[in-house]
């Protein structure tokens, strides 16, 4: 079974967070690492208040260097060629997209290694 985790951006200090989603009765979106406790009333989290935007989900593949790639991610075949990791709605898949190309399934390649994301690095789609 593949490991279900989230990736965000923090609203106010621009930190990524990857864990666990929260999303309260207001419909603000937290994400946290594992919880820790520390003693009978005591619990330690990393906590992340984060950009609804920018919410993605671990793809649950790593790339060629055992970086976990997320949906938002922008990969880079053996060809030089860069893709952006999506997820379909429609075929219920997360799936590669490009200026030429897009619906490419994804399929575990050891050829593919994230460089960036679509939200600090939307250029590297532009090249």
């Avoid at 050829?111 to 679509?118: A, K, P, S």
Wanted: proline fraction near 1%; charged fraction near 30%.
């Amino acid at each position: 079974m593949r490991e279900i985790k989230f990736r965000g951006k923090d609203r106010e200090t621009s930190e990524w967070y990857d864990g666990s989603l929260l999303k309260t009765f207001d419909g603000s979106l937290y994400i946290y690492d594992s919880a820790k406790i520390i003693d009978e009333y005591t619990v330690s989290m990393s906590l992340g208040f984060v950009d609804k935007d920018t919410v993605g989900q671990y793809i649950g593949i790593k790339d060629k260097n055992g970086k976990e790639i997320y949906e938002g991610d922008i990969v880079v075949d053996s060809k030089g060629n860069c893709y952006k990791v999506y997820y379909n709605e429609h075929w219920k898949q997360f799936q590669l997209s490009s200026k030429w190309e897009t619906c490419l399934e994804i399929i575990g390649s050891p050829e593919m290694e994230v460089i960036g994301n679509i939200y600090d690095n939307k250029e590297l789609l532009e090249e």
